[in-house]
């Protein structure tokens, strides 16, 4: 049954129905047709908002990513120092991915085209950020180079979606203490990052 809706609910529902779709079927068994049933809208509706389905697929990805950034930041920022802002982090992303396992499954699955390549290097980025900051806490914070971060953030983001794309949203837990231990050792040294490996 179609029913009337402002044109900011309708979006709002066809990317709700896009993340449900996607998390059940993946992207490549969703239909414009099955969002549009699911919606409860009709197609001139879907194509008010979304020029194709990739469109869609890629504005319901973009959602998906500023709502766990907002849940990471807002944890991260109730910390004060460096080591603790990380683990605040990584609890939040982590805990983020295992209690919603449909948006983890979306997420893990990369739409297509540059847009969505955009998004996912602007986030990693944005950890890059976060991890480098981890220089400032060695005596001699230029003998590491921005790269060490871009690495340790491209590998905890390879390591998170793959035990998504496995479907092990349980076994995400597991994964605070050896990503921990992985980020802090460059900078906090071996016997800081076999803390945090022990850490509950």
Known sequence: ???????????????????????????????????????GIDEAA??????????????AWEHLTLLYMQT???????????????????????GYLAEHPDRARVLAEMPP??????????????????????????DDPDSLTRATAEGLAGAVHEQL?????????????TLVGPVMYMVVRPYLGDEVALEELQRP
């Open 46 to 59: 879907f194509e008010r908002h979304f020029s194709a389905r990739e469109d869609s697929f890629v504005a």
């Open 1 to 39: 049954m179609k029913v009337s809706r402002s044109s900011g609910q309708e979006r709002q529902h066809v990317l709700e129905a896009f993340i449900a779709l996607v998390a059940e079927r993946g992207y490549g068994d969703t239909s414009v047709a099955a969002v549009v049933e699911r919606a």
């Open 161 to 173: 979606i793959s035990h998504v794309s496995r479907g092990e949203p349980e076994a995400l837990a």
């Open 72 to 94: 990471v930041f807002a944890a991260y920022e109730t910390k004060d120092t460096w080591r603790e802002q990380m683990r605040a982090a990584g609890l939040a992303l982590i």
């Open 113 to 138: 085209g540059p847009r969505a390549w955009a998004v996912l290097n602007r986030n990693i980025e944005t950890f890059v950020e976060i991890i480098d900051l981890g220089r400032q806490e060695m």
